[in-house]
């Protein structure tokens, strides 16, 4: 299985790191979401959008379009897991399912996250071009998801 894991130490509390993930304002500022509906409880929706990129991959088309799955269970202030997540992208066929799974643990004044995303089907190449762009998305993403919180805690 191919995944992405990373842990990050954030000068906020855990609770508003994982707000973070379900908030329509936060996620557009953090994540640069055109639009949002999660609901941070098990059972609830969990779909994000981005604009469509102007660039194309050859492989995957245009980056951007939609992100969704089901929460599956949300624990607040410590973790929470979201399971038959799916990338629309605005051009092509579907990539999934997925997981992404988030678990945040007090160091001191500071929040440890750790965050995977998790899901992989060996017969389609697309999805190892999915995890280059995807990866150094995160990366990107959750620096600045850190001083999104960091300006509003510290």
């Not at 929470?80 to 997540?85: V, Y």
Request: hydrophobic share 40%; proline share 7%.
């Amino acid at each position: 299985m191919r995944e992405f894991a990373h842990s990050l130490l954030i000068n906020a509390p855990p609770a508003a790191v994982l707000d973070a993930f379900f908030d329509p304002e936060a996620l557009s500022e953090w994540w640069e979401v055109s639009r949002s509906v999660c609901v941070p409880r098990p059972f609830g929706s969990y779909a994000v959008e981005w604009e469509p990129t102007a660039w194309r991959d050859d492989l995957l088309g245009r980056l951007g379009g939609a992100f969704h799955g089901t929460v599956v269970d949300f624990a607040p202030g410590r973790e929470f897991f979201i399971a038959d997540l799916y990338w629309h992208p605005p051009d092509g066929e579907p990539i999934g399912p997925m997981a992404l799974e988030a678990r945040c643990r007090l160091q001191g004044e500071s929040t440890i996250l750790h965050l995977r995303q998790s899901g992989y089907d060996e017969t389609n190449e697309r999805w190892e071009r999915y995890y280059d762009f995807m990866s150094n998305g995160w990366l990107l993403a959750l620096t600045t998801l850190k001083s999104y919180l960091e300006e509003r805690w510290t």
